[in-house]
């Protein structure tokens, strides 16, 4: 039997008597104990040393030793790695909604219409008839929704060569100014309108046959957009 010290002792002859007794019944009853390796009392208490230390038996092994008796003889354990708190959920991410922009109304281009003059109005006349104001209906909600993006507006009256240029100039010029007032009635600025009487002078056809005269009487609106 070794005792747990690393240094030698030497026991009282007394006390060394006592132990020696009791060592023989806590012997006796070890043989059933849970470990052999120490000295332990009928009762199963550990028996300790003057000095508070633990006898071993002679079937103690390094394998037998306890954290009470021979802690440095116990295995070491990894030291348990500290917990690491897990990150905070990142924040949703929200995207901003671009609110709606309304659309603006297209830019007009560069455009020339000509409306036969037989639809807008009666032969040698300059009175819009209701055939010829539906005619320009389509036009006019077209420059009333872009208008203000408009530089200029153009009325430019034709005939064909029938009668005197002078009074086919004059006639001309009248059903320009007749289509420019009925653009003004529904909204168009006319500070934004221009007017012309070009007679016969600039016939798009043949005046010598009746499809030709027709074709050359007419009113051509010019639209223009105002420069970016």
């Known amino acids: 039997m070794s005792h747990t010290s690393t240094k030698p ?3 009282p002859l007394a006390a060394a008597l006592l132990l020696s007794a ?10 059933g104990s849970e470990n052999f390796g120490y000295l332990r009392s009928s009762d199963g208490a550990m028996v300790l040393s ?3 230390d633990c006898w071993r038996t002679g079937s103690w092994t390094p394998a037998a030793a306890t954290s009470e008796c021979d802690a440095d003889q116990m295995p070491k354990t990894a030291a348990a790695a500290p917990e690491t708190a897990a990150p905070a959920p990142a924040a949703p991410v929200t995207e901003a909604r671009a609110e709606p922009v309304a659309a603006a109304p297209p830019m007009p281009v560069a455009e020339k219409v000509a409306i036969d003059a037989n639809v807008l109005f009666d032969f040698d006349k300059s009175e819009i008839k209701p055939q010829g104001k539906a005619a320009l209906e ?3 909600r077209k420059l009333n929704l872009a208008w203000t ?3 200029l507006i153009v009325s430019t009256g034709h005939t064909d060569s029938t009668g005197s240029a002078a009074y086919n100039a004059d006639l001309s010029l009248r059903r320009a100014e007749a289509v420019k007032a009925y653009l003004v009635s ?4 006319a500070n934004a309108i221009k007017t012309a ?3 016969e002078s600039q016939p798009s056809a043949d005046n010598a046959t009746a499809e030709g005269r027709t074709e050359n009487r007419h009113v051509e609106i010019e639209v223009t957009p ?3």
């Open 186 to 189: 529904n909204g168009i600025d």
């Open 197 to 199: 009487g070009v007679g």
């Open 9 to 11: 002792r030497l026991l």
């Open 50 to 52: 003057g000095t508070g």
């Open 226 to 228: 105002t420069a970016k």
């Open 22 to 31: 009791a060592a023989m019944g806590a012997i006796a009853d070890n043989s």
């Open 149 to 151: 993006q408009l530089q």
């Open 138 to 140: 389509e036009i006019t």
